[in-house]
Every structure is written in structure tokens, then in C-alpha cells.
């Protein structure tokens, strides 16, 4: 009896949750602005304002949850397909943003209504906060994985900060899918798999760590 009523609460705050973020949205899109008060916004949608407390602190709470459940929508479908712990690290990460264009194309407007249009975008925008997070922790996996593969190449200093180039790397993406006007988002494709090659290709083990080992083994037998 204990287990169906904690089953039923965890689906009521979920359904609550659900509720608030869909009706922030739409108020969003239909007037290109926030609620004017939260108190407005509850009496709108018929909630009361302490339901709206026991899940938000504020509307930037709700905005980043939206995009949390965009980042986790992404990496369940990706990691529910049969074939995907058969992929390399390079097959994982263009799998996570093709499907996040996806997921990312029935919240278009809404995406298009609340990102900035400043030339020089931030490197975390404040509504990008929790689904940085759960990113990281996403492609920590991921790298973890190539460095044993020796998909990328481990080096001293510059592999703790791979992470951190791929974050760029995926702002890039948003960014360049949000000025995409190409029938079906063409162009979104194709810059995501040369950012993604371009990526791996650097990461991995290339020319210049040749040099390298060649002039440390020219230093030990001199």
C-alpha cells in the first residue's frame, strides 16, 4: 500500500511539473514574453501558487528544466536503440545530436522565442545550466570510453579539458541549427558531421603525437 501511494505522489509531481512547464511555454510563444507574476501565471492555469513552490523558485527554474528534459528525452532514445553500446565514441556523440535536433525540432519556436540573438552567444547561458550538467556527465562517459579504446588519445593537461571543447562544439550546433533555413535542415547534418570528424580527428592520435615521440625518443638516446 505504502509502494502505490509513493508511486502515485512520484506520478502527480511529474504530472504537475509536466503541467507547469507546457502552460510556461505556451504562454511564451503566444506573447513572446514571461508571466508578468507568477501569482498570474498559477491563477491563469488553475494551480495554487504553493503547488507551484513545491516544484519552482522561479520561472528561470521552470526555463531550465525544459531544456533538461530536451538533454534527457536525447540521451534515453539514443541509449535505448540495441546498436548503441555497439557504437564508437564518434558513432555516440553524432547519434546524441542528431537526435537532439530531432527532439529539438518540435520546441522550435519555442527554442527560437527564449535563445538570445547576440553575435557573441555565452559560453553557459543560464537556462543551459541543468542540461550542462547532465551533458557532462553524458560525454565524461563517452570520452572515458574512446580514451580506453584509444579512440582519442589521453595527453597530459589537454584530456581533462576535451570535455569543455566538446561543450563548445555543441553550442556551435545549436547555434548554427537555429540560423538553419535549408529544407530539412541540411546543412545542420552536414556541419555536424564535420565538427564531429574535425573533433575526433584531433582528439585522436594524429601526426604531431608522432613528432612527439620521435623527438622524446631523439632526447633518450643522445
Do not use: C
Not at 77 to 99: G, H, N, P, W
Not at 164 to 192: M, P
Amino acid at each position: 500500500m505504502e509502494k502505490a501511494t509513493a508511486t502515485k505522489t512520484g506520478k502527480t509531481k511529474t504530472n504537475q511539473e509536466e503541467k507547469i512547464r507546457k502552460a510556461y511555454m505556451a504562454y511564451v510563444l503566444e506573447n513572446g514574453t514571461q508571466p508578468a507574476s507568477i501569482f498570474k501565471f498559477v491563477k491563469d492555469i488553475k494551480i495554487k501558487e504553493e503547488v507551484f513552490y513545491e516544484h519552482y523558485n522561479s520561472f528561470e527554474n521552470v526555463e531550465k528544466d525544459i531544456w533538461l528534459g530536451m538533454l534527457n528525452e536525447t540521451v534515453e532514445a539514443i541509449q535505448a536503440e540495441e546498436v548503441y553500446d555497439q557504437y564508437s565514441a564518434r558513432e555516440k556523440l553524432l547519434a546524441f545530436y542528431y537526435t537532439l535536433i530531432e527532439v529539438m525540432k518540435s520546441n522550435r519556436s519555442y527554442i527560437l522565442q527564449v535563445t538570445p540573438k547576440s553575435r557573441k552567444p555565452e559560453i553557459q547561458p543560464y537556462y543551459l545550466e541543468y542540461f550542462k550538467k547532465a551533458f557532462d556527465e553524458f560525454i565524461a562517459d563517452v570520452l572515458l570510453e574512446a580514451q580506453e579504446t584509444e579512440e582519442v588519445k589521453t595527453r597530459p593537461y589537454i584530456s581533462d579539458r576535451y570535455k569543455d571543447g566538446i561543450w563548445i562544439q555543441l553550442l556551435f550546433v545549436l547555434r548554427f541549427w537555429i540560423k538553419d533555413d535549408s529544407k530539412g535542415f541540411e546543412k545542420t547534418d552536414a556541419a555536424i558531421e564535420k565538427a564531429v570528424n574535425l573533433s575526433f580527428d584531433l582528439m585522436g592520435r594524429g601526426p604531431l603525437d608522432a613528432m612527439l615521440d620521435f623527438a622524446k625518443f631523439l632526447y633518450q638516446n643522445k
